[in-house]
T-cell receptor
């Protein structure tokens, strides 16, 4: 069964460092998303991506964040200069029709 | 703007009891989709069900059933004869057409269900 794959599963980084979270969406899906879940809280939308550009973004998705699809298969989320409050689980998702499938998440810990 | 409210933060039941998780949503759109996801302790989000706004039929899948009522903007989830493996956080989510077509999900705050043996 096709699935969304995220790497790494857990990343620890120092405050101020850049991190790149990677995702491989399901191959025939057209819409891709990043969501964030701070520990114990709800899942929040960050950004959606369609046709090689951002289609929607939330107010959380500020200039520190960027997304790209460099090679037609990977979908990455970059945080330029991490802050302590960026510590969270980051979920990638891809959508076909109205079904949205999530990856297993990357737990980012900023120390 | 869309909003999803899950008023029950935590529920504990004893195995084999039935339990209902409440979900109330707000949207101005007439076309929308409602979802339930399960998040076990391992952290992933597991899709359980999708329901569109034009289909108010209740659905049953094994021990799971869903009650969609447009009149009260609710989409409640019932687990019959609960099992320890049902212990997880359950999220209700809403997807409605925004100005574009991204249709991102708006999640509720989740209900932590604990099923005791």
């Amino acid at each position: 069964e096709p699935e969304v794959t995220q790497t790494p599963s857990h990343q620890v980084t120092q405050m101020g460092q850049e991190v790149i979270l990677r995702c491989v969406p399901i191959s025939n899906h057209l819409y891709f998303y990043w969501y964030r879940q701070i520990l114990g809280q709800k899942v929040e939308f960050l950004v959606s991506f369609y046709n090689n550009e951002i289609s929607e973004k939330s107010e959380i998705f500020d200039d520190q964040f960027s997304v790209e699809r460099p090679d037609g298969s990977n979908f990455t989320l970059k945080i330029r200069s991490t802050k302590l409050e960026d510590s969270a689980m980051y979920f990638c998702a891809s959508r076909f029709a109205q079904l949205c499938f999530f990856g297993q998440g990357t737990r980012l810990t900023v120390v | 703007a869309q909003k999803v409210t899950q008023a029950q933060t935590e529920i504990s039941v004893v195995e084999k009891e039935d339990v209902t998780l409440d979900c109330v949503y707000e949207t101005r759109d007439t076309t929308y989709y409602l979802f339930w996801y399960k998040q076990p302790p391992s952290g992933e989000l597991v899709f359980l069900i999708r329901r569109n706004s034009f289909d108010e039929q209740n659905e049953i899948s094994g021990r799971y059933s869903w009650n969609f009522q447009k009149s009260t903007s609710s989409f409640n989830f019932t687990i019959t004869a609960s099992q320890v493996v049902d212990s997880a956080v359950y999220f209700c989510a809403l997807s409605a057409p925004p100005s574009g077509s991204a249709r991102q999900l708006t999640f509720g705050s989740g209900t932590q269900l604990t099923v005791l043996p």
